[in-house]
């Protein structure tokens, strides 16, 4: 079986990239305040605030949780290549025993 690590690796920090993406998009999005009045000051102003309010308030919830996501993706996929190189490392030092105790 062949194991790409660098790819491994690559994906991993695209991973990081996209989650500290979505990180710099939520601290955006909460500079944006929502004051109050901002589409009127009628009842259906307010209710269409309150709506707008909460959802700013999921957009912003979703894109934690997605940053938290694409963070652990690239934590496993640089997980999964220590342990892939690893394997390999040990595998090949035990070949390497096995073919010097065969010579001589």
């Not at 929502?34 to 919830?61: I, N």
């Not at 938290?68 to 934590?75: H, K, P, R, S, Y």
């Amino acid at each position: 079986m062949f194991v790409d690590v660098g790819l491994l690796h690559s994906g991993a920090n695209e991973s990081h990239y996209a989650g500290e993406h979505a990180h710099g998009g939520a601290d955006q999005l909460s500079r944006g305040p929502l004051l109050s009045g901002m589409f009127g000051t009628f009842p259906v102003a307010q209710t269409f605030h309150d709506a707008v309010g909460a959802a700013h308030a999921q957009q912003m919830r979703n894109l934690h949780a997605h940053r938290q996501a694409l963070i652990t993706v690239g934590e496993k996929a640089r997980h999964a290549a220590t342990g892939f190189t690893d394997m390999d490392d040990g595998n090949a030092a035990e070949l390497k025993a096995v073919v010097c105790s065969c010579a001589t």
